[in-house]
């Protein structure tokens, strides 16, 4: 036996192949990219909406209970109606303006099922679009 160690097999990885392949690559890609030409994206202007949006109408919650219906594009004025009435009102004003949005504003203290019975009631209306109106938190 002689003094000498066994010899220890070396557990890395040989990385040069694999730069020489990044940089090919890397060159492939300098070479080609003047070729390639980016399609025209064109943006929207401001002038090409030739109808305004519809103001939408909306149904509010209270806390109590108490259902108003306000069209924000006719008069605004207020009105309180009953969970009964409250279809018919709604598909009355769908009548005279079809495209018109629906948005539910709740107080903080309703119920999320107050909330989803008087979006499902508007949904079985016939109410193309209904959405929930939110206010924005204040810092």
């Known amino acids: 036996m002689s003094g000498r160690r066994p010899r220890k097999s070396i557990a890395q990885i040989n990385v040069v192949p694999y730069i020489d392949v990044m ?3 890397l060159i492939i890609f300098m070479v080609t990219a003047p070729f390639i030409s980016p399609g025209q994206v064109e943006l929207p202007s401001v002038g090409k909406s030739s109808t305004p949006p519809v103001a939408p109408l909306e149904v509010m919650l209270r806390a109590d209970g108490e259902l108003l219906l306000r069209d924000r594009g006719a008069s605004g004025d207020e009105q309180t109606v009953s969970a009964d009435r409250l279809i018919d009102a709604v598909r009355a004003r769908l009548r005279e303006r079809p495209d018109q949005p629906v948005v539910i504003s709740a107080d903080k203290d309703v119920r999320y099922e107050a909330v989803m019975r008087v979006m499902d009631a ?6 193309p679009r ?10």
Do not use: H, N
């Open 23 to 25: 940089l090919v690559l």
């Open 122 to 127: 508007l949904q079985q209306a016939g109410a």
């Open 130 to 139: 209904v959405g929930l109106l939110v206010k924005p938190a204040t810092p």
